[in-house]
C-alpha cells in the first residue's frame, strides 16, 4: 500500500512563502505527481502536476507563475514551492500520485493566509 504524507502547512501572511512536502513510501518513478487543495465549502481543485522525468508540469491558471511543484524519484519526495500567498491560496493541500487507473492521496497539510 503506498503512503503520502505531506507536511509543511501554516499560517502565513499574504505575500509570504511556504513550502509543502510530500514523502511517499517507496518510489515514485513513474507516477505522476500532483498537488491539489480544498478551501472550507468547496469542490478539491488541481494546483500543479509534474510527469515522472518532470518534463511536463502543468499548473492551475491561479498559481502560474506564483508555484513551483517538482520532485525526486529517488528520494520518493514531492515538493510545492508557494511565493507571494494569498488569502484565496488557503485551505487543505493534498498530494497525489497517479497511474493508469492507481491513484493515491495524502491526509493533507492546511495552508492559512491572512490578509
Known amino acids: 500500500q503506498v503512503q503520502l504524507v505531506e507536511s509543511g502547512g501554516g499560517l502565513v501572511p499574504a505575500g509570504e512563502s511556504l513550502t509543502l512536502s510530500c514523502k511517499v513510501s517507496g518510489t515514485i518513478f513513474g507516477w505522476t505527481a500532483a498537488w491539489y487543495r480544498q478551501a472550507p465549502g468547496k469542490q478539491r481543485e488541481f494546483v500543479a502536476k509534474v510527469n515522472t522525468n518532470s518534463q511536463t508540469i502543468n499548473y492551475s491558471d491561479s498559481v502560474k507563475g506564483r508555484f513551483t511543484i517538482s520532485r525526486n524519484n529517488v528520494q520518493g519526495m514531492v515538493y510545492l514551492q508557494m511565493n507571494d500567498l494569498k488569502p484565496e491560496d488557503s485551505g487543505v493541500y493534498y498530494c497525489?500520485?497517479?497511474?493508469?487507473?492507481?491513484?493515491?492521496w495524502g491526509q493533507g497539510t492546511q495552508v492559512t493566509v491572512s490578509s
Open positions: 497525489n500520485l497517479a497511474f493508469r487507473s492507481e491513484t493515491y
